[in-house]
């Protein structure tokens, strides 16, 4: 029989391959956006300081990230550090002055500072790459407001309403406007539709907290495929067949119900295995494999239904990879202790030992929420949809399927994590 058979062939290849190693200098570029992408998180936690703290962090890693600069000229205006935005906001126009995020702050800043005249011009400048910009439209018309250029203000409101009808502040604003010029008739119609909105709770706001004072004051976060982190050319790899110590008796047409992932439980730098059905630990021991489920703790013990699914990720960020199984009628959540041991926090941990999944198909570990802790999505199938845990940051999860609304009847066969 052959030493591995189908369900390992991957990892046949994979301990065979021959791989470049990074450089120094890439690593620490990929550690400065990972840093500024916990900070985006944070910013929308409202935790302004905190995000100002982890895009410095970034910029010393890498000096001249203007993604960082922008975004730690917009937590420190959140922070109502307005002098030290300025000076950040300033350094990103010195190399893109066209830049619309850039000016859009720097007309927040203006704004703040009571310096109208400085921020009719930097809201300009948005409008001058992006002239349908809502947020640009209605700071510009509400500046021209205050200076009674009624009809000025009327036209940059228009614009704005024309992009977001539904938007309150556009409606009500438009509405004070045309009262001032005189169009009462038009006026008390915005007025009713403002209101009409308003108590329908349909409507859109621009208002002065973080993510309501346009999308132009939003952090940005790293998509992973910036050209200094992709290196475009082929890689020099080659694939042969190699021992790695797995040898199973088992039918081949068995494994179908077995759940395997790669992960480094023991952080040694390498990557060891878990199964299901039956449940095992099995370390790399330099490109060679030991069964090490014995010393597993709960992990290894006897389930009362099989593991078809098993994913692996640090969900209580002790920098130690825990493991989360589907099983055919239930979930279990295996915290890594440390040394290679296990232990099941499923009950404490408030996930469901049970489901009505018919089975659960797939899995993933994804900050769903974006709030820099790991968050767990499950794709059924039958009638009960699909379910979303969302870490509590405490080590207890809580069900949010139906507020994200994939509690469907839509089967998953597949859980593919990716910001769209």
Known sequence: MRSIVALFAFLTFFFGIGVAQ??????????????????????????????????????????????????????????????????????????????????????????????????LAAFRKVLEVDPLDVGANINIGQILSQQRKYDEAIEHFQTAYRAESYNTTVIYNLATAHQRAGRRERASELLVEFQSLRESSAGTSLGLNY?????YAEAIASTGAESELVDPADPQVSFVETEIGLRFSRPRESFSQVGAVLFDFDNDDDLDIALTNPARILRNSGGKFMNVTAGSGDYGRV????GSRIIAGD??????????????????????????????????????????????MTCAFVDADHDGDLDIVIGGTGRTGNRLFRNNGNSTFSDYSSEAKIDTGISAISVVPTDY
């Open 22 to 119: 990074i450089s120094p200098d890439l690593l620490q570029r990929e550690n400065a956006y990972r840093i500024n992408n916990l900070g985006v998180a944070l910013l929308e936690q409202f935790k302004h300081d905190d995000a100002v703290e982890r895009f410095r962090q970034a910029l010393s890693l890498k000096p001249d990230f203007a993604l960082a600069r922008l975004n730690l000229a917009i937590a420190l205006f959140n922070a109502q550090k307005l002098r030290e935005s300025r000076e950040a906001v300033n350094l990103v126009l010195r190399d893109t002055p066209d830049l619309p995020q850039a000016n859009y702050v720097l007309g927040l800043i203006n704004r703040t500072e009571n310096n109208p005249d400085e921020g």
């Open 211 to 215: 993510l309501e004072q346009g999308r």
């Open 303 to 306: 389930q009362s239904a099989p």
């Open 315 to 360: 969900f209580d960020r002790d920098s130690l990879p825990d493991l989360f199984v589907v099983r055919s009628r239930g979930y279990s959540l295996y915290r890594n202790l440390g040394k290679g041991r296990f232990a099941d926090v499923t009950q404490s941990a408030r996930i469901p030992a049970k489901t009505d999944l018919l089975p659960p």
